[in-house]
């Protein structure tokens, strides 16, 4: 099954800028907050969050799932974006069973440095030794 393109309006990187939730100087305490839309190895970056992402294109924009970690722990969710008519992102970012944040993001570049990969559980107790 060929996969639906993520329309070109939509498609490349884009830094969050603005969330309803995550603010201040932590809100980009790892690296720029960042959102991929490309339709193959996408990734997020907010706060403490890394995930992986599947975009699929819809008639008003793009919906994605997610499946990362929030520091250690895993979590997946879901969200979307639509096009504001001065051309950035406006989205909502859902945990589930958790929070939803609404975000502000604008056109990007590729970072230098990969988003790295979500942290294992693992990975917690490995740390601490």
Known sequence: MEQELIPSEYR????????????????????????????HGDRLRIFVLLAHVNCTPTKSG??????????FDPVSGSGHVELDEDGRLLGVIKIQGGDKCRFTASRSEEPDEPIPDPPSYRDKWRRRW
Do not use: N
């Open 12 to 39: 490349g990187w884009w830094r969050i800028i603005e969330g309803s939730h995550w603010r201040g100087k932590d809100f980009e305490r790892p690296g720029p907050a960042l959102i991929s839309l490309t339709g």
């Open 62 to 71: 793009v919906s994605f799932t997610w499946e990362g970690a929030w520091e």
